[in-house]
T-cell receptor, first 112, second 114 residues
Framework: GESVGLHLPTLSVQEGDNSIINCAYS??????FIWYKQESGKGPQFIID?????DKRQGQRVTVLLNKTVKHLSLQIAATQPGDSAVYFC???????????FGTGTLLAVQP | DAMVIQNPRYQVTQFGKPVTLSCSQT?????MYWYQQKSSQAPKLLFH???????NEADTPDNFQSRRPNTSFCFLDIRSPGLGDAAMYLC?????????????FGPGTRLLVL
């Protein structure tokens, strides 16, 4: 069978609260960043992206913040709902390869 | 409105018995990727096709092969599955290679090796 997986960092929030998921990225040359949401048994789903010439981008209920100085990315989810429960991965890419480098993932658990 | 489709969603095979996983896309994207994902881990890139050009990752075992007969379809062949190959296999596409191109993922195929 599968090898034993790692324990994911977990963020537990109450329904209706705001959630902030953080990610430290590794490559200072990365110029494009994506947040993916992965529900149990499903593939990663694109949520929002940001390019390195921006420091903030907003979507519907989600905001991504980029701090290139400290190589930090965050995803803010407003008014968190039970349907937001999932593993969230940040990913970085840059240069010619388009190779996505994923972060370790954070499990968001929304308590009703 | 399915964009990246993977079949089957669940696949059971026996140790050492070849298995093929399928991916198709309706996005007309030039690049198709195969990832392996194990429990509580990030997806790991196995290889990708840019049009007909195959690009293998250095650490992908020879046991894993891929075929892309046309723009829409890409297959992952596991020649002799071992117990350690049990995982979720994800297909993804992007319009072009290179940075700043979003990759869109399919729902994945969960492979169980008995």
């Amino acid at each position: 069978g599968e090898s034993v997986g790692l324990h994911l960092p977990t963020l537990s929030v109450q329904e209706g609260d705001n959630s902030i998921i953080n990610c430290a990225y590794s490559n200072s040359a990365s110029d494009y960043f994506i947040w993916y949401k992965q529900e149990s048994g499903k593939g990663p789903q694109f949520i929002i992206d940001i390019r390195s010439n921006m420091d903030k981008r907003q979507g519907q209920r989600v905001t991504v913040l980029l701090n290139k100085t400290v190589k930090h990315l965050s995803l803010q989810i407003a008014a968190t709902q039970p349907g937001d429960s999932a593993v969230y991965f940040c990913a970085e890419t840059g240069g010619a390869t388009n190779k996505l480098i994923f972060g370790t993932g954070t499990l968001l658990a929304v308590q009703p | 409105d399915a964009m990246v489709i993977q079949n089957p969603r669940y696949q059971v095979t026996q140790f050492g018995k070849p298995v093929t996983l399928s991916c198709s896309q309706t996005l007309n994207h030039n690049v198709m990727y195969w990832y392996q994902q194990k429990s509580s881990q990030a997806p790991k890139l196995l290889f990708h096709y840019y049009d007909k050009d195959f690009n293998n990752e250095a650490d992908t075992p020879d046991n894993f092969q891929s075929r892309r007969p046309n723009t829409s379809f890409c297959f992952l062949d596991i020649r002799s599955p071992g117990l350690g190959d049990a995982a979720m296999y994800l297909c993804a596409t992007s319009r072009l290679p290179g940075g700043q191109e979003t990759q869109y993922f399919g729902p994945g195929t969960r492979l169980l090796v008995l």
